[in-house]
């Protein structure tokens, strides 16, 4: 079965770090287009950043400079690492696997609150 | 690839044919999904590569379209059908949404 399980969120003061986790199973992360989105309170779902099989990475300009996606295949896990947190970052972060067919998954999703 | 979302929000009734259209600012071939979200709920996967039905979701919901315009269509809304609905562009990074449509009772 296809999990993406997340840990890794909470409260942080504005000007804090954070690094969310995203743990698999039933695919490996790094054979995937692995993405996080965000969702703040009421609000729509908004594209964060996404780690290409080969290692590349691309982020949001909301967030460039800020935050850092990384993998562990040992672990096939995918982390964001957050810094300089801002209070307009408070949302739910969801971890995703991208595809062009069906074999897309999403995390649970997990709350970040940036607030002091 | 900014998408555009219509309407933003609907009431319909049990029974009721829904559409919801989705376009893209420019062509997406048809790397669009659209996904219901429900209250402190992920996403939910309904439809990929603009037409094909997630195995497990009802036939009941249907989508088309290429290029630019796509459509969701309910042909007959259920009570566990009121959600927000997202389009979501798959074409290229960086990855945009549809800014939902809130399916409500009425």
Do not use: H
Not at chain 1, 12 to 26: E, I, K, T, Y
Not at chain 2, 78 to 99: K, M, R, V
């Amino acid at each position: 079965e296809v999990q993406l399980v997340q840990s890794g969120g909470g409260l942080v003061q504005p000007g804090g770090s954070l690094r969310l986790s995203c743990a698999a199973s039933g695919f490996t992360v790094s054979d995937s287009y692995m993405s996080w989105v965000r969702q703040a309170p009421g609000k729509g779902l908004e594209w964060v950043s996404v780690i290409y099989p080969d290692g590349s990475t691309y982020y949001a300009d909301s967030v460039k400079g800020r935050v850092a996606i990384s993998r562990d295949n040992s672990k096939n896990t995918v982390y964001l690492q957050m810094n300089s947190l801002r209070v307009e970052d408070t949302a739910v972060y969801y971890c995703a696997r991208d595809a062009p067919g069906p074999d897309i998954y999403w995390g649970q999703g997990t709350l970040v609150t940036v607030s002091s | 690839i900014p998408l555009t979302q219509s309407p933003s929000s609907l009431s319909a009734s049990v029974g009721d044919r829904v559409t919801i259209t989705c376009r893209a600012s420019q062509g997406i071939s048809s790397y669009l999904a659209w996904f219901q979200q429900k209250p402190g709920k992920a996403p939910k996967l309904l439809i990929y590569a603009a037409s094909s039905l997630q195995s497990g979701v009802p036939s009941r919901f249907s989508g088309s379209g290429s290029g630019t315009d796509f459509t969701l269509t309910i042909s007959s809304l259920q009570p566990e059908d009121f959600a927000t609905y997202y389009c979501q562009q798959l074409n290229s990074y960086p990855q945009t949404f549809g800014q939902g449509t809130k399916v409500e009772i009425k």
